[in-house]
């Protein structure tokens, strides 16, 4: 089965250009999560999904950021504008029943 | 408030000693589940294991165990006969069914094993 896939792996842009990016969940699982990771803090979980309704954004670092899961099977989180900042490792992970998350293998992002 | 701290930030041992990361966490929740990923230089996150809070039994696979400790608010993972290939930042994390699953990550330990 294939797992979760995450697209672009690598990300480079400048500053103030709008950034999306995308997630496939493994089918069948009902939770997705948005999770960033960077040096200073660490993996942190952005916003998650339940059955494709958004349950928890407080992780949302500011209104620059949103994200969408119009159906089951696709995800993206997207930035306008970007800056330097939001470079970091973006992860995508999907769970049946809010059990083990599996996780994608990231975007690294860099804003420049 | 849930928390989860990995004092150790980074470990060097030889290959084939064994070594032990520390993980210890904090919740009220009384459902609450612990894992352990793998960060290996590819970057990826990989699942190792998912213990529940209703299960304290030690758990063996292979040359990695990992002891439940309810009473110290501890789960520990020892890697025996360590291996090059284990060098990897490992993530111990916690998740409560009062917060919907959501996992939250401790710091993390970096582990390197030189031959």
């Known amino acids: 089965d294939a797992g979760v896939i995450q697209s672009p792996r690598h990300e480079v842009t400048e500053m103030g250009q709008e950034v999306t990016l995308r997630c496939k969940p493994i089918s069948g699982h009902d939770y997705l999560f948005w999770y960033r990771q960077t040096m200073m803090r660490g993996l942190e979980l952005l916003i998650y999904?339940?059955?494709?309704?958004?349950?928890?954004d407080s992780g949302m670092p500011e209104d620059r950021f949103s994200a969408k899961m119009p159906n089951a099977s696709f995800s993206t989180l997207k930035i306008q504008p970007s800056e330097p900042r939001d470079s970091a490792v973006y992860f995508c992970a999907s769970t049946w029943g809010g059990e083990t998350q599996y996780f994608g293998p990231g975007t690294r992002l860099l804003v420049l | 408030a849930q928390k989860v701290t990995q004092a150790q930030t980074e470990i060097s041992v030889v290959e084939k000693e064994d070594v032990t990361l520390d993980c210890v966490y904090e919740?009220?929740?009384?459902?609450?589940?612990l894992f352990w990923y793998k960060q290996p230089p590819s970057g990826e996150l990989v699942f190792l294991i998912r213990r529940n809070s209703f299960d304290e039994q030690n758990e063996i696979s292979g040359r990695y165990s990992w002891n439940f400790q309810k009473s110290t608010s501890s789960f520990n993972f020892t890697i025996t006969a360590s291996q090059v290939v284990d060098s990897a930042v490992y993530f111990c994390a916690l998740s409560e069914a009062d917060s919907s699953y959501k996992l939250i990550f401790g710091s993390g330990t970096r582990l390197l094993v030189r031959p």
């Open positions: 919740t009220r929740d009384t459902t609450y589940y």
């Open positions: 999904f339940n059955n494709n309704v958004p349950i928890d």
